[in-house]
């Protein structure tokens, strides 16, 4: 198993930036990737970015990409979401999520894909 805490939301304002960082244990010697997904007031989860584990390569959202990047620290088994430029449109609850098993089809981006979740953190941008 897989356990995943994130942390670092808050309250900002239009054009702040904030850091979000999703700390993962268990069995975390095999991830294969781990994303970000977000669900705002009345809406779906939707995919925000991802980053695997042993290339890095990461993939975005068109809403959010040039604004938000991915990035992992292995030696803490952390993913971080830094987020510039934030709009009112971004306040979500930030859900991290992990998959262990290897992806044939590029970066995995639909919620089936992963196996794994955080219960999120808030974040609101006010206007």
């Known amino acids: 198993q897989v356990q995943l805490v994130e942390s670092g939301g808050g309250l900002v304002q239009a054009g702040d930036s904030l850091r979000l960082a999703c700390a993962a244990s268990?069995?975390?010697?095999?991830?294969?990737?781990m994303a970000w997904f977000r669900q705002g007031p009345g809406t779906q989860r939707a995919f925000v970015g991802a980053?695997?584990?042993?290339?890095?390569?990461?993939y975005y959202a068109d809403s959010v990409k040039g604004r938000f990047t991915c990035s992992r620290d292995n030696a803490n088994n952390t993913v971080y979401l830094q987020m510039n430029s934030l709009e009112a449109e971004d306040t979500a609850v930030y859900l991290c999520?992990?998959?262990?098993?290897?992806?044939?089809?590029?970066?995995?981006?639909?919620?089936?894909?992963?196996?794994?979740w955080g219960q999120g953190t808030q974040v609101t941008v006010s206007s």
């Open positions: 999520a992990a998959r262990r098993d290897p992806f044939y089809y590029g970066i995995p981006t639909t919620e089936p894909d992963y196996g794994y």
């Open positions: 980053i695997t584990w042993s290339t890095r390569s990461t």
């Open positions: 268990g069995r975390t010697l095999r991830l294969y990737a």
